[in-house]
């Protein structure tokens, strides 16, 4: 197979396994920083091996410290927000990190918005103020605060990724999975957290399934892949997201959020296509916020 098209299924099928994480996380009735410690010990642990088995190299310094932070305060915010609000809800305002980079860059790097870039934070800001127009709870309002949290956190973890070398990266990965290990099953001491079959085959399907194996698939496919193709395919996971969480657990979002969430993803998956053909001189950062989810 063409070595391009096959990075493209392979990015396609990471971004379809990334869109499990709504329902299975749905599915264990435990604190989510219990939930985010054990997955990224599990996975840390998948991609471990793959790494040691392919002779991938990767490096601890301070920049993958940085990157390991940011990181792993992307995955408890993230499930966090998927237990107080709907994962589609958590999954379409976290997409919204492409976007929060930008205003970061432009913040720190004095990079200069153009047209199209306003455009676009224009019309994400507008479609994720309606996610604040259905009937919501404190937690579900907590829910979206902490969901866009997530996206920001996500979008200085791009910064910290797109600065350092593959090695780093690899290694700021791993670090990533260990801090959040380190902070989160502590918590289990504190709460309730109900150990039973389906639990523990959910926790390690979101361990293996939903975050490790995709990482594979992305280490594999990241050297093929074009750009343009990364952005589109990003487009998946919060797509097919909530579609699993409606079908096999009834949870559907709000009229509001629905339109709302059109309005985010195409907004930020055409910013992104333009973004591919008229990149600003440092884009390669931005590049990078397509290929790592949470």
């Given at each position: 197979?063409?070595?391009?098209?096959?990075?493209?299924?392979?990015?396609?099928?990471?971004?379809?396994?990334?869109?499990?994480?709504?329902?299975?996380?749905?599915?264990?009735?435990?604190?989510?920083?219990?939930?985010?410690?054990?997955?990224?010990?599990?996975?840390?642990?998948?991609?471990?091996?793959?790494?040691?088995?392919?002779?991938?190299?990767?490096?601890?310094?301070?920049?993958?410290?940085?990157?390991?932070?940011?990181?792993?305060?992307?995955?408890?915010?993230?499930?966090?927000?998927?237990?107080?609000?709907?994962?589609?809800?958590?999954?379409?305002?976290?997409?919204?990190?492409?976007?929060?980079?930008?205003?970061?860059?432009?913040?720190?790097?004095?990079?200069?918005?153009?047209?199209?870039?306003?455009?676009?934070?224009?019309?994400?800001?507008?479609?994720?103020a309606l996610f604040f127009f259905d009937k919501l709870d404190k937690g579900s309002m907590m829910g979206n605060l902490v969901a866009i949290f997530s996206g920001a956190v996500m979008a200085a973890m791009y910064l910290a990724i797109g600065k350092g070398d593959e090695?780093?990266?690899?290694?700021?990965?791993?670090?990533?999975?260990?801090?959040t290990a380190l902070i989160g099953i502590p918590v289990m001491f504190f709460t309730e957290n109900p150990v039973t079959t389906p639990s523990i085959l959910c926790l390690f399907a979101l361990g293996i399934i939903q975050l490790g194996i995709p990482y594979i698939l992305?280490?594999?496919?990241?050297?093929?892949?074009?750009?343009?193709?990364?952005?589109?395919?990003?487009?998946?996971?919060?797509?097919?997201?909530?579609?699993?969480?409606?079908?096999?657990?009834?949870?559907?979002?709000?009229?509001?959020?629905?339109?709302?969430?059109?309005?985010?993803?195409?907004?930020?998956?055409?910013?992104?296509?333009?973004?591919?053909?008229?990149?600003?001189?440092?884009?390669?950062?931005?590049?990078?916020?397509?290929?790592?989810?949470?």
């Amino acid at each position: 197979m063409d070595p391009k098209r096959k990075a493209i299924l392979q990015m396609l099928l990471c971004a379809t396994l990334w869109s499990t994480g709504g329902i299975f996380i749905k599915l264990i009735p435990w604190n989510p920083f219990v939930i985010a410690g054990w997955r990224s010990l599990i996975s840390a642990s998948t991609v471990l091996i793959f790494l040691l088995a392919s002779k991938t190299k990767f490096r601890f310094n301070l920049r993958s410290v940085v990157i390991g932070l940011f990181m792993s305060f992307t995955f408890l915010a993230f499930v966090t927000a998927n237990k107080l609000t709907t994962a589609a809800n958590a999954i379409v305002l976290q997409f919204t990190a492409p976007l929060f980079l930008m205003v970061f860059s432009a913040l720190l790097f004095r990079e200069k918005f153009r047209k199209a870039d306003i455009l676009a934070v224009i019309f994400t800001i507008g479609g994720i103020a309606l996610f604040f127009f259905d009937k919501l709870d404190k937690g579900s309002m907590m829910g979206n605060l902490v969901a866009i949290f997530s996206g920001a956190v996500m979008a200085a973890m791009y910064l910290a990724i797109g600065k350092g070398d593959e090695e780093t990266r690899m290694g700021g990965m791993l670090m990533g999975h260990l801090f959040t290990a380190l902070i989160g099953i502590p918590v289990m001491f504190f709460t309730e957290n109900p150990v039973t079959t389906p639990s523990i085959l959910c926790l390690f399907a979101l361990g293996i399934i939903q975050l490790g194996i995709p990482y594979i698939l992305l280490v594999l496919s990241s050297k093929n892949c074009p750009p343009l193709a990364c952005s589109l395919l990003g487009a998946v996971e919060p797509l097919l997201n909530p579609v699993w969480v409606v079908i096999f657990d009834g949870e559907a979002p709000g009229v509001f959020a629905l339109i709302g969430g059109v309005i985010v993803i195409t907004a930020v998956t055409l910013w992104c296509i333009w973004q591919n053909n008229h990149p600003a001189p440092s884009a390669d950062v931005a590049e990078t916020g397509t290929q790592i989810q949470a």
